[in-house]
């Protein structure tokens, strides 16, 4: 699956650039607030805007303090999947609950920097486990490498029947890294720059999807 991340669009023409990707699988919606990550993104009233434009599931990744009090609101304004941050999360058992129970799939989003293996109980709770390949914060920058060692960790125990968890990967997703990400078991890749630095996006997102498909 391919999850075009608008972060990177052109934030004056969102419903046309929604609709450049209509052959994506979801699109990430990356909510930042300036404590959380040092970067301001956009809030409740552009997610609802873009939940009225797109045709496809709207993934959004909370990068925000305190998700407990805000992260539902997304699941309840119709969001597909709704990612919170393990490292922002005072009860992430509650808070899973709370997001399926208003509708949505449960996601958990892990830095670079933070294991995986002491949330796999947690993990049972959840929908989608999202391994950050970048400090969250800011679209280009470059794949960190090393944290796909807990993507093939959580490979084999979903392999096993563990963990019941959709793999998604976030940041530096490209032409040059996908096949790697593909490899170590990846099942949704998060591109922002690759897909709408693109002069095509919606060939990228083909591209992308193919060579992720070939590894
Ligand atoms: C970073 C965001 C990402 C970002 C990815 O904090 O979570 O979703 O948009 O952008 P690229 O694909 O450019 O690394
Ligand atoms: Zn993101």
């Known amino acids: 699956m391919i999850a075009p991340s608008i972060l990177a669009a ?9 609709a450049a990707v209509r052959g994506a699988d979801w699109l990430h919606v990356d909510v930042m607030d300036a404590h959380f990550v040092p970067n301001l993104s956009l809030g409740m009233p552009v997610v609802k805007a873009l939940l009225d ?3 496809i599931p709207v993934d959004c990744h ?3 303090d305190d998700p407990d009090r805000w992260a539902v609101d997304y699941a309840e304004a119709g969001a597909y999947n709704v990612t919170v941050h393990v490292e ?3 009860d992430p058992v509650k808070l ?13 989003a892990i830095k670079p920097d933070t294991p995986f293996e002491p949330y796999v109980e947690l993990l049972t709770h959840y929908d989608t486990l999202l391994v950050m390949s970048v400090e969250p914060g800011f ?10 060692d807990k993507v093939r960790a959580a490979r084999r125990l979903v392999d096993r029947g563990e963990l019941r968890v959709l793999i998604e990967i976030d940041g530096g997703i490209n032409a040059d890294t996908i096949e790697q990400a593909a490899a170590a078991g990846v099942d949704c890749f998060v591109a ?8 095509d996006p919606a060939e990228a997102v083909t591209r992308l999807r193919r060579m992720a498909e070939a590894s």
Do not use: C, H, W
């Open 10 to 18: 052109d934030f004056g023409r969102l419903a046309e650039e929604t």
């Open 53 to 55: 434009s797109a045709d």
């Open 62 to 64: 909370l990068m925000v």
């Open 88 to 90: 922002a999360a005072a």
């Open 96 to 108: 899973a609950a709370n997001l399926r129970a208003a509708g949505a799939k449960a996601g958990l």
């Open 139 to 148: 679209g280009g920058q470059d794949f960190i490498p090393s944290v796909l």
């Open 192 to 199: 922002g720059s690759a897909v709408y630095g693109a002069d």
